[in-house]
């Protein structure tokens, strides 16, 4: 209900990275609703659970307002509000004395997801002369990004307006998470417009249910599974000839690549029965137009570029590259790129040498981007070299990394250690200072602007919170302070000026204005072939062999799996799937947000009724589930949904009710059983085999 | 013609989000406990020769002959002209005989206010000519709210339509 003497103003969410218009209704200066803005075309005026309830995290008792320091012995909780004067000067003063000792790289810079600030962080990075970047980015979206980049010179994204008859959903819940530049209500509209439906996915999902074909593959195989529908369009002749011959580079070698996975030993590999995947394939290829909807699940393991590579090689085989309807390049607006904001060419060679790991992981430092366990075996070992302070922005490594234990291990030994964020999270506990982080409604920003669906929406600052900064300005002041003035601001919104300001705007122009947004126009590759060396869609990525890898996609198998590691599933009979998304959290994020919590009090592991048999397990019985890493505990909950021979543990859970500094981080976190092994990663951009696990399951004696 | 306002969850179109819980409480500024509109799984289960995962929403359904009012020993609840179905909250003394008399499970007791609370159509929000919070937020637009008649005409004679809303099959 709209009272009188509230003020509504236009913004846009950062509760996901889903990017929805929002209207902020604001009374005697306290936030008194959100709701989404129907003149938004991201959202259409629909929402999700997670924004809203941000009427609740923004006032929520426990957030940090104020810089803190720690008082006690490390880990210990115990906490003293300082100064932002004294906070940054101790953070500087620490660099200061780091940098002339171990050079820049003993100090590594980290984000989470990125609550919309990786090119400020990266800015700071580059000035200051580390190369040593920790993200999410090796595992989630910029593996695709990387993938995508060196096959056909784009992200390709799913053109929803653009009226698909056929969307293949390929490791997605896409109904209850963003994938960045979509949601939710854009599923809505094509599946009310009568688009047929494919979904890939382990698990029984809403849109699983729904589809026309779900391939209901085992865990980690589906780059053999699109290798064998790539198989059924090519010798069934379904491919668009055309296209092939004019814009697509190796067609011959990947034609001989792809008869390597004839259906019978792609479905011994994926458990698919043939038929199924041979209808999937012809109803994606005959359906024009159609799109594919990826997930992040498929990057999440050791075939994280190939996979992507084989989607992309889909799209284009099947003539759906940049056409209304299917995956297609949205130009962004007129603005200044991201990598240009971030001066990664202001990053000298010889510190961009030391990337840790970078001579390793090609693809990864291509895109700017270390694989966490690098960081991790450079502070407990000191080689190749010391890492000696790490200041992470938005980011929860104890809860969200492979190997949790090492992780913990690691940040509890690191010298300094910096956190900005809401909370005290289980990570910001082991802080030496901890900078009280603003939320999306406290701060203005170009929302959208690092992604792939062509729009900017202006993100526009409601309240103040305690002394809260947006992470724009913690980069923006440190790097004032570190020497690197010329290259700062006066404030951020001079920072989105320099951004727009090819695009001949300003922020105080664009802020009241709906969006701005990129001129789109199809098939562009009829006028100027593809962003790769060869200007066509690389089957065989010339880039690939260059650096010395497989310059055609194939499948590995699963590190750890009944097939790869007989022995080993003796003891640990089932696989183990993470990662399952709940509607109302994002990773580790939300668990003290009474709304969402209870919804979703208790973290959940999937398990077949049959197997939950077998071990005495009852709906609801807290289960120990146990790898060689360690062991956690998550409530059972029994579904047909789910192979008998697997099953599916959720991610992210820490419990801020339990007020010891630990949180709970070690209870039912997933990462105790994932693994960071390299031999496991994908060997061009350092994937962490997240996903695809051993495990054995049985009753917990005990309620924790 | 007298209206009879109606909200309807088409449950096929549901995918379980939970978007409406939260559009509700934020809207009646409730803290954790009454859950005015519910989302629940509905399966795995065989639907249509196929495993399908469903949610089924409950809520108030407005009924035309509200079981709640009949069990108010105050005349606490009342159904308005609208069709609205509503809890006087001065009125009400906690006795909890409409939770017990509700046969959709939809009527709470605020431990809180120690009265019974119940979805209220955002009766504030529709006197002003917009939808109610639950409907406006939800990605699946699976919630129909309106006029009885124009509901049914846009999603079809749905089964809680005909068991509470006097509609003939």
Redesign the interface.
């Known amino acids: 209900m709209i009272e009188s003497n509230v003020q509504v103003i236009r913004s846009n969410c950062r509760g996901c990275h889903g990017g929805c218009g929002v209207l902020v209704h604001v009374k005697g200066g306290r936030i008194t609703k959100i709701e989404g803005d129907p003149d938004c075309p991201s959202n259409r005026g629909t929402m999700c659970s997670k924004g809203l309830a941000y009427l609740q995290l923004v006032y929520h008792p426990e957030r940090v307002i104020y810089p803190l320091k720690r008082a006690g012995k490390k880990g210990e909780g115990k906490w003293q509000r300082i100064s932002w004067d004294e906070a940054l000067d101790t953070i500087v003063n620490k660099y200061k004395e780091i940098i002339p000792k171990y050079g820049p790289e003993a100090i590594v810079i980290g984000q989470g997801t990125s609550r919309d600030y990786a090119e400020f962080l990266y800015r700071f990075a580059n000035l200051l002369g580390t190369p040593n970047v920790i993200t999410a980015g090796h595992m989630c979206y910029m593996s695709r990004l990387g993938a995508t980049l060196i096959t056909c010179g784009f992200m390709p994204i799913c053109d929803y307006n653009g009226h698909p008859n056929c969307v293949m959903v390929w490791g997605s819940n896409i109904v209850w998470t963003h994938t960045d530049e979509y949601k939710a209500e854009n599923m809505s509209r094509v599946l009310a417009e009568g688009a047929r439906l494919i979904v890939i996915d382990p698990r029984l999902t809403y849109l699983a249910g729904r589809a026309d074909i779900w391939l209901q593959l085992r865990p980690g195989t589906d780059t053999a599974l699109a290798l064998g529908m790539a198989n059924v369009i090519i010798s069934e002749g379904l491919y668009d000839k055309e296209f092939v011959e004019k814009y697509t580079y190796g067609w011959d070698r990947f034609v001989e690549r792809v008869k390597e996975y004839p259906l019978d030993r792609v479905e011994r590999i994926t458990w698919v029965p043939a038929e199924k995947i041979r209808n999937a394939a012809r109803l994606y290829a005959e359906t024009k137009p159609a799109c594919i909807q990826w997930g992040v699940a498929i990057e999440q393991t050791i075939n994280c570029t190939d996979n992507n590579r084989i989607l992309t090689d889909l799209m284009a085989i099947t003539g759906n590259l940049d056409v209304p309807g299917g995956n297609v390049f949205f130009p962004p607006p007129p603005v200044r790129t991201m990598s240009e904001f971030a001066r990664h060419r202001e990053l000298p060679a010889e510190q961009r040498e030391k990337r840790l790991g970078g001579s390793t992981y090609k693809l990864a430092s291509r895109v700017a981007l270390v694989t966490p366990k690098m960081v991790w075996d450079a502070i407990l070992t000191g080689k190749p070299y010391p890492v000696k302070a790490v200041q992470l922005h938005g980011s929860n490594p104890v809860i969200t990394r492979a190997n949790a234990k090492e992780v913990y291990k690691a940040l509890s030994q690191v010298d300094f250690l910096v956190v900005s964020d809401f909370f005290l999270t289980p990570t910001a506990e082991l802080a030496d200072i901890v900078l009280p982080a603003a939320t999306w409604l406290e701060l203005n920003y170009l929302g959208g602007y690092y992604k792939r669906n062509g729009y900017i929406f202006p993100r526009k600052k409601i309240v103040q919170i305690g002394e809260c900064w947006p992470d724009h300005k913690m980069f923006n002041e440190l790097g004032k302070r570190l020497g690197q003035e010329p290259y700062w601001f006066d404030t951020v919104e001079d920072g989105f000026d320099y951004i727009l300001e090819p695009a001949g705007l300003t922020w105080e122009q664009i802020k009241d204005m709906p969006y701005i947004k990129g001129e789109m126009e199809y098939r562009k590759y009829e006028k100027r072939g593809f962003s790769t060396p060869t200007k066509k869609v690389e089957l065989y990525s010339t880039i690939l062999e260059d650096w010395g890898y497989d310059p055609l996609p194939r499948y590995r198998e699963v590190p750890e799996s009944p097939v790869s590691r007989p022995e080993m599933a003796r003891e640990y009979p089932y696989i183990l799937i993470t990662g399952a998304r709940s509607p109302v959290f994002y990773h580790s994020e939300y668990r003290m947000i009474p709304w969402l919590r209870e919804i979703h009090p208790d973290p959940l592991v999937e398990i077949h009724p049959q197997t939950a048999e077998k071990h005495g397990i009852k709906e609801g019985d807290w289960v120990f589930i146990e790898s060689p890493r360690g062991r956690i505990k998550q409530r059972a909950k029994l579904t047909t949904g789910i192979d008998p021979r697997v099953v599916a543990a959720e991610h992210g859970w820490w419990f801020p009710e339990v007020k010891t500094p630990d949180h709970g981080w070690a209870q039912s976190n997933i990462n105790i059983l994932t693994d960071n092994d390299p031999r496991d990663y994908d060997v061009a951009i350092g994937a962490t085999n997240l996903r695809v696990l051993l495990c054995k399951i049985y009753p917990a004696e005990v309620v924790p | 013609m007298t209206k009879e306002y109606t909200l309807i969850v088409n449950a096929k179109?549901c995918?379980?989000?939970?978007?409406c819980?939260?559009?509700c409480?934020?809207?009646h500024n409730l803290?954790?406990?009454p859950?005015l509109i519910r989302?629940y799984p509905d399966?795995?289960r065989q639907?249509e020769g196929?495993?399908?995962?469903?949610?089924v929403v409950a809520h108030c359904i407005h009924c035309t002959q509200p079981p709640c009012q009949d069990a108010c020993r105050v005349n606490a609840i009342n159904k308005r002209e609208d069709g609205i179905v509503l809890i006087n909250q001065e009125l009400c003394v906690g006795c909890k005989d409409c939770v017990d008399a509700c046969p959709l499970g939809v009527i709470y007791f605020s431990e809180e206010q120690g009265i019974a609370q119940k979805c209220d159509l955002?009766i504030?929000?529709i006197e002003?000519g917009?939808l109610p919070?639950c409907v406006?937020?939800?990605?699946?637009?699976c919630i129909y709210f309106g006029d009885l008649n124009e509901v049914v005409k846009r999603i079809g004679k749905l089964e809680l339509l005909v068991r509470y809303k006097g509609i003939t099959e």
């Open positions: 179109d995918f379980g989000c939970n978007t819980e939260v559009a409480k934020q809207e803290s954790a406990g859950r989302v399966g795995p639907i196929k495993l399908q995962l469903r949610y955002c504030d929000r002003q917009l919070a406006s937020a939800c990605p699946g637009y």
